[in-house]
């Protein structure tokens, strides 16, 4: 693999970066793979997915986001599905150590700009980084993204896709064992209001109950766990 030693620093006077993971040792190896390529980028820093949604809310879009998988606030596929919808033009760059290849796959599905595992080197995460800041994607060089997705997991990610900002939200909810009206005590919504986002929820994912979104849920969060590795 190139290292970055030998590349030039990216020339962009103006870059936003959020970094969200909830382990302070992983965001400072970021943040020094981000320097080495954008030494004047803006870094925010976020250990939980609220504190990632106030990042991506308090200002101008970032101009990437590096997500982990799990963090308080956000299990499996769920934050990475809620930031696609609600900031449809910002890249997303997962950051996992989960590396299976069909865990990648599915981030990649899901909408993901690039997939990098926590035991990459810095500058492995810094080419990452260039690539997905030029336009591109990136995922590890020995993962084979031609294999042909798995249909049932394909149509699952197009059902989850579909949702709304709002929606993710109630659904990760539900997943919770909220009642409708705790539901909307915590988004500050009427009852009425979550009842019709439940059942465009149940229409999109092609169910007809409430249990039925929750086991569909659970898949979306428990997925990047089918091999043991933490996240």
């Known amino acids: 693999m190139t290292s970055l030693k030998s590349q030039p620093v990216i020339e962009q006077t103006t870059s936003r970066i959020v970094i969200a993971d909830d382990h302070p040792l992983f965001r400072g190896a970021l943040r020094q793979a981000i320097a080495r390529i954008l030494p004047q980028a803006e870094i925010v820093e976020a250990g939980d997915f609220a504190a990632t949604t106030a990042a991506m809310n308090g200002g101008d879009d970032p101009d990437v986001v590096l997500l982990d998988l799990s963090m308080p606030g956000a299990q499996g596929f769920s934050g990475l599905l809620y930031l696609r919808a609600q900031h449809p033009g910002v890249p997303v760059v997962v950051v996992s150590g989960a590396g299976d290849p069909g865990v990648i796959r599915k981030c990649m599905e899901f909408g993901a700009s690039g997939f990098v595992p926590k035991s990459l080197s810095v500058d492995a995460m810094g080419e990452a980084l260039a690539a997905v800041l030029a336009g591109g994607t990136w995922t590890p060089p020995d993962v084979d993204m031609s294999t042909a997705p798995d249909r049932e997991a394909a149509d699952l990610a197009r059902r989850l896709t579909s949702l709304t900002p709002q929606q993710v939200r109630v659904l990760m909810m539900l997943s919770e064992g909220l ?19 439940v059942s465009a929820i149940l229409q999109k994912l092609g169910v007809e109950s409430r249990t039925q979104a929750v086991i ?16």
């Open 216 to 231: 569909v849920a659970a898949r979306m969060a428990a997925a990047p766990w089918t091999t043991g590795a933490p996240a």
């Open 179 to 197: 009642l409708n009206k705790q539901i909307a005590y915590e988004l500050n919504v009427s009852e009425a209001t979550i009842k019709a986002h």
